[in-house]
């Protein structure tokens, strides 16, 4: 039940898909999209993003050992990976994930908004290095997730409160 929570917050909340590169902008454009999660682009200069993306990678390794061997108050193993198709890029969360050596796998957790070859369900494999995010749940509180935290601490404080209010954790 709780990483059914987990991964319907995953499949609905708007932090959960960012296009990073696809806009010069510094503002951060929202795409909306009916029946799926609302997409926030995010400029590929923006060094808050990267250096969050950059604590991601560094901190994997504990993500890989806690994904090995999950205790009974941990749930919503997820992890956030970039894709592309030559035109595009989005980073999308994956369900299900394996951390290896070389690579990461899962299941892609949203229909993709531009990227083509990529689609809701499918089983994808990407270079550790593509790893943006990822996140689980201890004791109801939050791990990771450093991407959603940035773009949480970036909202006016009526929709981090809506926010707070929408997801099956607490954020430290």
Same mark, same amino acid.
């Given at each position: 039940?709780?990483?059914?929570?987990?991964?319907? /917050?995953?499949?609905?909340?708007?932090? *959960?898909?960012?296009?990073?590169?696809?806009?010069?902008?510094?503002d951060t454009p929202v795409v909306h999209r009916?029946?799926? &999660?609302?997409? *926030?682009?995010? #400029?590929?200069?923006?060094?808050?993003? @990267?250096?969050?993306?950059?604590?991601?990678? %560094?901190?994997?390794?504990?993500?890989?050992?806690?994904?090995?061997?999950?205790?009974?108050?941990?749930?919503?193993?997820?992890?956030?990976?970039?894709?592309?198709?030559?035109?595009?890029?989005?980073?999308?969360?994956?369900?299900?994930?394996?951390?290896? @050596?070389?690579?990461?796998?899962?299941?892609?957790?949203?229909? &993709?908004?531009?990227?083509?070859? /990529?689609?809701?369900?499918? +089983?994808?494999?990407?270079?550790?290095? #593509?790893? +943006?995010?990822?996140?689980?749940?201890?004791?109801?509180? *939050?791990?990771?997730?450093?991407?959603? %935290?940035?773009? %949480?601490?970036?909202? &006016?404080?009526?929709?981090?409160?809506?926010?707070?209010? #929408?997801?099956? /954790? *607490?954020?430290?």
């Amino acid at each position: 039940m709780k990483t059914s929570k987990v991964m319907a /917050f995953v499949g609905c909340v708007c932090l *959960l898909i960012i296009a990073v590169g696809c806009t010069p902008s510094t503002d951060t454009p929202v795409v909306h999209r009916n029946g799926e &999660p609302d997409v *926030l682009g995010v #400029s590929g200069e923006d060094v808050q993003m @990267n250096e969050a993306i950059a604590m991601a990678q %560094r901190t994997l390794d504990g993500f890989a050992l806690a994904l090995e061997n999950p205790q009974p108050n941990q749930y919503g193993f997820s992890v956030k990976v970039r894709l592309e198709d030559g035109a595009h890029i989005e980073h999308i969360w994956l369900s299900d994930p394996v951390v290896g @050596n070389e690579s990461v796998s899962g299941t892609i957790g949203n229909e &993709p908004l531009d990227i083509t070859g /990529f689609e809701f369900g499918q +089983s994808v494999e990407v270079p550790r290095g #593509s790893v +943006s995010d990822w996140m689980y749940v201890e004791d109801e509180v *939050l791990k990771g997730g450093v991407t959603i %935290r940035l773009l %949480r601490d970036r909202m &006016p404080p009526e929709e981090k409160a809506a926010f707070d209010a #929408s997801v099956p /954790f *607490l954020l430290e």
